[in-house]
């Protein structure tokens, strides 16, 4: 590229000027880089240093020195018996050097010294060059960036549209009833799931944000991630204040734009509804990438629907979640990785109408608001304790993952309550193609078709086209919301098998 080769063109003549600087001080002989040495065909025969003008050079560094410092044909050295030089031949000794004045040495170091400060300076702007130019590099290659010239911000514009279709058997069935639409007749359901718009950016020196907002319930927009915060930061890292996923639940961490399956796991949406809350966390991630962490403060009250709610809103909960990538293949550019995290919460819950101890999810289906398990409001709830694990195993085209989390009640007046679950999946790639990972994040990166999904038409009549990548996968999933310590309390009990094929068109549509 011309800045880079901008930069190495500085480099050498810096380190070329520097090195002539050296030789003169040293009292060494200087020759240009264009001119070399031709040996005298026979004994005693004058022996002549060629300049650029009368012979073609190769590999030479024109214009880097001047022409002045070519030499006239000059007479060798004289040699005693034994071949050696006892001195300079008196017949290269130029009279008029010798009656010369002297140079001051003081003088000659003082300018030494202010011309070797001047190459510092130099190379210090050079420096401040490259390091600009490799920024305007990173710029100019995200095409989805917008630079601001006067505030020296960043401002990077996302989206997302994902459209469902849902088709049902219309034999009346009461249980088909109750999982499309409750207690109306099953009806086809076709709508966008996602419709989201955002930006994101920096802002000098090391403040970062985002602003997303989900418009897919048509006139009641929402807002998701909406935040801002601080990166680079001593012992702490990355602090983001605002609304943000809180730290546990592998499938909620992972972005629904690389999830395997369209709907999240029971147990998933169960204990972690909606996934966002106010509040304030800290990311870290090790200087190898094999640890990450991240850990806050949080308020249980949702508030991402309207934006604020009026009223006893205080329940606070501190999360956190500690990740390990303890393999990772980097000949392979990371075909193949395992991983494995704990992550659990806290959470202080009023006694209140508005107490945060409510659990329920729908039927791995987003078809309507009916939830096939729900606890209700838990009565006498204080406090309760959430535990989770996972681990990831990838090789190749192949992907297993798994989650379990256990949740404890702890109530007053009541018996106290334990509600768990988990999943299993397996998916492959028939084309070839893995599962990226992002070690920094300990979460699922975006997959990339080896070969996009197109069709064209060629001139001679014939048609090319690519077919893109195909995953399959399966996955089991379970939860029980009852306990048995409580026979009056009965939230449900589910499992459910999902089956999925996966058409990606390219790295950004499926």
Excluded at 195 to 221: P, Q, T
Aim: proline share 4%; hydrophobic share 35%.
């Amino acid at each position: 590229m011309e800045f880079s080769s901008m930069r190495r063109g500085g480099s050498v003549a810096r380190r070329t000027l520097a090195a002539l600087v050296c030789l003169v001080a040293s009292g060494g002989t200087v020759a240009t880089a264009d001119e070399w040495w031709n040996p005298a065909d026979q004994a005693g025969s004058d022996s002549v240093l060629v300049s650029p003008e009368s012979t073609p050079s190769h590999g030479s560094f024109d214009g880097m020195l001047s022409d002045q410092y070519s030499a006239a044909p000059v007479r060798p050295i004289a040699q005693d018996q034994d071949g050696l030089s006892p001195g300079p031949d008196p017949g290269l000794v130029d009279p008029d050097l010798e009656e010369s004045e002297e140079l001051d040495d003081d003088t000659f170091e003082d300018k030494l010294n202010a011309f070797a400060e001047r190459l510092d300076s130099l190379d210090e702007g050079f420096e401040g060059l490259e390091e600009a130019l490799d920024e305007v590099d990173g710029k100019a290659s995200n095409k989805s960036l917008v630079v601001s010239g006067s505030s020296k911000s960043t401002m990077k514009i996302s989206g997302r549209v994902h459209v469902d279709a849902w088709g049902f058997d219309t034999d009346d069935d009461p249980a088909m009833n109750q999982f499309s639409a409750g207690p109306e007749d099953e009806l086809n359901r076709l709508g966008f799931r996602r419709l989201r718009f955002g930006v994101a950016g920096k802002v000098k020196d090391n403040m970062v944000y985002k602003i997303e907002m989900e418009f897919a319930n048509g006139n009641d927009s929402e807002f998701r991630d909406a935040y801002l915060g601080w990166s680079d930061l001593p012992f702490l890292q990355k602090v983001l204040v605002g609304n943000q996923k809180r730290p546990y639940g592998l499938d909620h961490l992972n972005s629904s734009r690389y999830n395997v399956f369209i709907e999240r796991p029971y147990v998933i949406e169960a204990f972690n509804e909606d996934a966002r809350r106010l509040g304030v966390q800290s990311y870290g991630v090790s200087d190898d990438e094999a640890w990450n962490w991240r850990y806050g403060v949080f308020n249980q009250r949702n508030v991402q629907d309207e934006g604020n709610y009026t009223g006893d809103h205080l329940q606070l909960q501190v999360a956190g979640r500690l990740a390990n990538t303890i393999w990772y293949d980097e000949t392979s550019n990371g075909r193949g990785y395992a991983h494995w995290a704990i992550s659990g919460t806290h959470a202080d819950v009023s006694t209140e109408d508005n107490a945060e101890s409510r659990f329920r999810t729908r039927p791995e289906a987003r078809t309507s608001g009916t939830r096939w398990l729900d606890t209700g409001q838990i009565d006498g709830t204080d406090y309760y304790n959430l535990l989770g694990l996972e681990g990831v195993v990838n090789l190749g085209s192949l992907q297993i993952v798994g989650e379990y989390q256990s949740n404890w009640i702890d109530r007053d007046g009541f018996e106290d309550l334990r509600l768990d679950g988990g999943y299993v999946y397996a998916s492959y790639f028939l084309t070839g193609e893995h599962m990226p990972w992002s070690r920094s994040s300990g979460t699922l990166g975006r997959p990339v078709p080896l070969e996009n999904f197109w069709l064209v038409d060629r001139c001679n009549g014939c048609r090319s086209a690519g077919w893109g990548a195909w995953q399959l996968a399966a996955r089991y999933s379970v939860a029980d919301f009852s306990d048995g310590a409580d026979p009056e309390f009965y939230g449900g009990e589910g499992q459910a098998f999902t089956a999925a094929m996966n058409w990606y068109w390219n790295a950004y549509a499926r």
